[in-house]
């Protein structure tokens, strides 16, 4: 299994980036797909989820300024972020599951990961 993300880098404050995701060696249409970020000195934290049947879930945080969305065709999960504030740089990571519901928020629950793409938000 490989994800490869794509997408990230320097944006102003208010800005939009939108991330990518691509998935091989799996049944991506039968994956739940996360979206990670992990700050300089600080633990990975959820930003989003999308079940391989559509529901969503979002950080508090990003909710209502980042959409997930995937294409099952190509394979490809996506992340629009709009709205960026400088709390929202890090590096961002696209990770694989097969099961859903609560676990969706925890990272060790993810069993395949992406290596990252940062970003960075000027103020």
């Known amino acids: 299994v490989q994800l490869v993300e794509s997408g990230g880098g320097l944006v102003p404050a208010g800005g939009s980036l939108n991330l990518s995701c691509a998935a091989s060696?799996?049944?991506?249409?039968?994956?739940?797909m996360g979206w990670f970020r992990q700050a300089p000195g600080k633990e990975r934290e959820f930003v989003a989820a999308?079940?391989?049947?559509?529901?969503?879930y979002y950080a508090d945080s990003v909710n209502g300024r980042f959409a997930i969305s995937r294409d099952n065709a190509e394979n490809a999960v996506y992340l629009q972020m709009n709205s960026l504030k400088p709390e929202d740089a890090g590096d961002y990571y696209c990770?694989?599951?097969?099961?859903?519901?609560?676990?969706?928020?925890?990272?060790?629950?993810?069993?395949?990961w992406g290596q990252g793409t940062q970003v960075t938000v000027s103020s």
């Open positions: 990770a694989a599951k097969r099961s859903s519901g609560s676990s969706m928020y925890l990272p060790a629950s993810y069993a395949y």
């Open positions: 060696g799996l049944t991506f249409s039968s994956y739940n």
């Open positions: 999308l079940v391989w049947s559509g529901g969503t």
